[in-house]
C-alpha cells in the first residue's frame, strides 16, 4: 500500500461484522484518519449496528448511520423479511443463489459511501467485499467494484479511489489480517456475523451460513497459532 495514503482520510462501509471490523484497523494504520459509515436497511440481525457503535466507541473512531431501508422494498431477501427464514448452511448448493443475498446492496452502498466522502473532502472508500464470497454474491467481483468505482467518479466527476484490502483472501487470511494489526480479540469478541442475530453466543447461532463460514475459519487460524478458544472463552466450537 501507497505510503502517501498515510496523509489521507478514508471512509470504511462498516457493517460491524468480521470483515468490516478487520478493515477499520487496517484502515487505522494505512490513512492518518478513517470514518465509520454503517447502512440501517432493515436487516433482521440488526445488532450489528449496536456492535457497530460500541466497536466505533471502543476504537474512538468517529461512526455515522444512514437509513436505506427502502433495500427492503426492493429485493426481497432473508436478511429483511421476517417471513423468510435464514436457510441452513447445509442448504447452500454451490452456483445457487442463497436466499442471504441483499441484490444491489454492494453497489448501493457504494455509491453512497462515495457520496459521503465526497460530501466531506474524502477520496478514499473502502469496502469489505471479497472474491471467496462470490459464489453466489455477484456484486463482490473484482471486475464489478473496478467498474462500480468509473461509474461513481464518472457520476460526481470527482477521484475517488475504492479499497478491497480482502478482495482475494479467503475468511483464515482475513482473520490473520486481524491478528497482523492487533484487534483480534476485538473481532472475535465484538463483531457480529450471524444472520439470524444470536448474541447469546459470540460465536452465534453457529447454524446460518455466515456463522459456519465464519466459525470454520477462526478453528483453522486459531489451531495454526497455538490458541485456545475454549480456555479464552469458555465454550467449544
Not at 156 to 164: K, Q
Request: glycine share 8%; proline share 2%.
Amino acid at each position: 500500500m501507497s505510503k502517501h495514503l498515510k496523509n489521507q482520510k478514508a471512509v470504511i462501509v462498516f457493517s460491524g461484522g468480521q470483515d468490516s471490523t478487520t478493515l477499520l484497523g487496517w484502515g487505522r494504520d494505512t490513512f492518518s484518519e478513517v470514518v465509520a459509515v454503517s447502512f440501517n436497511y432493515g436487516q433482521k440481525h440488526s445488532i450489528e449496528l449496536e456492535q457497530a457503535k460500541l466497536i466505533c466507541r471502543e476504537l474512538d473512531i468517529e461512526h455515522h448511520i444512514l437509513d436505506v431501508s427502502l433495500l427492503n422494498q426492493l429485493a426481497p431477501n432473508a436478511l429483511t423479511r421476517v417471513d423468510i427464514d435464514v436457510c441452513h448452511h447445509s442448504e447452500v448448493k454451490e452456483g445457487n443463489e442463497p436466499n442471504t443475498v441483499v441484490r444491489g446492496r454492494n453497489g448501493l452502498f457504494g455509491w453512497l459511501a462515495s457520496i459521503f466522502a465526497s460530501t466531506h473532502g474524502i477520496q478514499n472508500v473502502v469496502l469489505g467485499t471479497c472474491e471467496s464470497d462470490y459464489s453466489g454474491y455477484i456484486d463482490c467481483r473484482d471486475s464489478f467494484i473496478k467498474s462500480l468505482q468509473v461509474a461513481i467518479n464518472m457520476g460526481i466527476d470527482e477521484n475517488i479511489r475504492i479499497h478491497t484490502p480482502l478482495m482475494f483472501l479467503d475468511k483464515v487470511e482475513t482473520w490473520e489480517l486481524a491478528d497482523k494489526h492487533n484487534i483480534l480479540n476485538l473481532v472475535i469478541e465484538k463483531s457480529h456475523t450471524c444472520y439470524n442475530g444470536n448474541r447469546e453466543s459470540i460465536f452465534g447461532c453457529k447454524e446460518c451460513p455466515a456463522c459456519k463460514l465464519r466459525n470454520d475459519s477462526l478453528i483453522e487460524y486459531t489451531n495454526r497459532i497455538g490458541m485456545n478458544l475454549k480456555e479464552l472463552y469458555g465454550e467449544e466450537l
